[in-house]
């Protein structure tokens, strides 16, 4: 069973995750909550201060959009409602 398989990411884990596409020192993480909480579904790992996906956080950042309405992240379930599909 997936991590998707149990909720839906928050648009302030969408973003975390987007701003993990680098390493990142925990100082300039934009929430390290959000980071707490993708840590327990395998998305992210921390290791001496940094931030950074797993292999599986790579494939959700491949499967989400990143595009912006209203300032927030788009996620595909939200897309495909728009879409009709």
């Known amino acids: 069973m997936t991590f998707l398989q149990h909720r839906r990411l928050t648009n302030l884990e969408l973003e975390q995750l ?3 596409l680098t390493v990142t020192w925990d100082g300039q993480l934009i929430n ?3 980071r707490d ?3 327990p ?3 992210v790992e921390r290791r001496n201060g940094y931030n ?3 292999r599986d956080g790579i494939d959700v ?3 989400r959009s990143f595009e912006t309405v209203s300032g927030g992240p788009l ?3 939200h897309q495909r409602t728009q ?3």
């Open 75 to 77: 996620n595909n379930d």
């Open 18 to 20: 987007k701003q993990l």
């Open 37 to 39: 909480d993708l840590i």
């Open 61 to 63: 950042t491949r499967c």
């Open 83 to 85: 879409d009709g599909g």
């Open 41 to 43: 579904l395998g998305l």
């Open 52 to 54: 950074f996906l797993t």
């Open 32 to 34: 390290k909550m959000a």
